[in-house]
């Protein structure tokens, strides 16, 4: 199993469990991962500038991608 799909593979914990019962997962992805979470189906929603703790400023992504009951993507 390649590192990207063990990164998909849910774990069995409740928040997990909490998250495969919304409709719409969302996330604020660095620009590096935009590509990896295209992959699996999330889709560009608006652009941001992210402030680390140490000053940097690096550009953003916020996607979502919508889901069934089964946490599968719709």
């Known amino acids: 199993m390649i590192a990207e799909q063990r990164l998909a593979k ?3 914990t409740p928040a ?3 998250l495969m ?4 997962l969302a996330l604020m992805a660095t620009l590096p ?3 990896l979470y295209k992959a699996f189906g999330f889709t ?3 652009t941001a500038e992210l402030t680390m ?3 940097a400023v690096l550009g953003g992504v ?8 089964n946490g599968d993507a719709r």
């Open 44 to 46: 560009e929603v608006d």
């Open 33 to 35: 991962g935009v590509p």
């Open 10 to 12: 849910p774990a069995d």
């Open 53 to 55: 703790p140490d000053g």
């Open 62 to 69: 916020a996607m979502e991608r919508s889901v069934d009951q």
């Open 21 to 24: 019962r919304a409709s719409v």
């Open 16 to 18: 997990v469990a909490e």
